[in-house]
C-alpha cells in the first residue's frame, strides 16, 4: 500500500492521514512507515482509539523499550508507559511527570547509547479557547540545521566533543521550583554524564545531525568555559530557528513519533490546573 500523507512543516514532520493503529500493521505498511520515518524524523497519527497494550505492542515494532529513570512515573502494569501529565491523584500527589520536556531537547541525548525514538500518545488535552490551543510540543530538525550552518562552523564543530548530563538538567529544573522529588544515589549511578559529538551521523540515514540541546548538552570539551558556554548558546539559538521548527497543535488520539537522532524538542507550559493533561510515552532504545 502507498500511505497517503501531508508535511508538517518544509524541514520536518509528515502526518500519514486514515491509519488506525489499533489493528495490526502488515510488514510491507510497517516497512512504508519507517522508511518514512527515516526521511521525517516525525510523523503524526490523527484520531487514534489506543489501549496501553496496543500502545505498548505498536512501539515494540521500533525496537526494545526504556523503562524511565523516574519509576514513580511509569504504570505499574505497564513499565515501559510513562505518564506525562499535571494530574493529581486523590491525595494530591502528582500521577506523572507535569513538567517534562519544558526546555528544548532529545530524549536521553544524557545516555552512552541515546534512545532511536519516542512515541507519545494524547488522552487528555486542555480544551481550546477558539483558535487558542494549550500544551503544544514544538519539535525541531537537528539535520536540516546541521546543513544550513555555514562552512566555518562546521569546521570548527567537526572534531568537537560535548557533555550531556540528566543530573544537571535534573538539579537545574529543582532550582526552578520542579516539586520533582531529588534524584537517588541509584538513580544518579543510572544516568551519568556522557560525552558525544557535536556533529553525530544518524545511525540508520548516515546523515549529520547537530547534536545538542538546551536540556542535556552543558559543556564543550577542551574548551574555555566562557567560549564553552558563548557556542553552545549560539548553537540552541540557531537550531531551534522558526525554520528549522514544527509547533503541533495536540488533538485527543493524537499519536506523535520522532525520531531523536534526529530531533529535539520542547513543551509549551502556557496551560494549569483546572485545564488537565495526559499523554503516555513510550521510548525505543538504540539497537
Not at 516525525?42 to 482509539?49: A, E, V
Not at 557533555?163 to 532550582?175: D, F, G, N, T, V
Not at 534524584?183 to 549511578?189: D, I, M, V
Not at 548516515?206 to 547534536?211: C, I, K, P, S, T
Request: aromatic share 8%.
Amino acid at each position: 500500500m502507498t500511505l497517503q500523507t501531508r508535511p508538517l512543516a518544509p524541514t520536518i514532520g509528515l502526518e500519514v492521514i486514515g491509519l488506525d493503529l489499533s489493528k495490526p500493521l502488515d510488514h510491507a505498511t510497517f516497512a512504508e512507515i519507517s522508511d518514512l520515518f527515516n526521511q521525517h524524523a516525525i510523523l503524526l497519527f490523527r484520531g487514534q482509539d489506543l489501549t496501553e497494550d496496543q500502545h505498548v505492542t505498536l512501539s515494540r515494532r521500533f525496537g526494545p523499550l526504556q523503562s524511565h529513570v523516574l519509576k514513580d512515573y511509569l504504570k505499574s502494569d505497564h513499565p515501559e508507559l510513562l505518564v506525562v501529565s499535571n494530574i493529581l491523584d486523590d491525595q494530591g500527589r502528582p500521577i506523572g511527570i507535569g513538567d517534562a520536556g519544558q526546555t528544548w531537547h532529545s530524549d536521553t541525548s544524557y545516555a552512552t547509547k541515546p534512545c532511536h525514538c519516542s512515541l507519545l500518545y494524547a488522552r487528555e488535552i486542555p480544551a481550546p479557547d477558539g483558535e487558542r490551543t494549550y500544551g503544544d510540543t514544538a519539535f525541531a530538525s537537528l539535520i536540516a540545521a546541521y546543513d544550513a550552518l555555514p562552512a566555518e562552523t562546521k569546521a570548527k564543530l567537526a572534531d568537537k566533543r560535548a557533555i550531556h548530563s540528566y543530573e544537571a538538567y535534573y538539579l537545574r529544573k529543582q532550582k526552578e521550583g520542579s516539586k520533582r522529588p531529588s534524584l537517588t544515589k541509584a538513580q544518579q549511578q543510572e544516568v551519568p554524564d556522557v560525552v558525544h559529538p557535536m556533529v553525530r551521523p544518524h545511525p540508520i540515514t548516515g546523515r549529520n545531525a547537530l547534536f545538542v540541546n538546551e536540556g542535556y548538552t552543558i559543556r564543550v570539551l577542551d574548551m574555555d568555559p566562557a567560549e564553552s558556554e558563548a557556542l553552545l548558546n549560539e548553537l540552541f539559538a540557531f537550531s531551534t530557528s522558526d525554520r528549522f521548527v514544527y509547533r503541533h497543535k495536540w488533538r485527543k488520539g493524537d499519536l506523535i513519533l520522532w525520531d531523536n537522532w534526529a530531533s529535539q524538542h520542547l513543551a509549551i507550559a502556557d496551560y494549569s490546573l483546572p485545564q488537565r493533561r495526559l499523554l503516555h510515552r513510550t521510548t525505543v532504545l538504540a539497537a
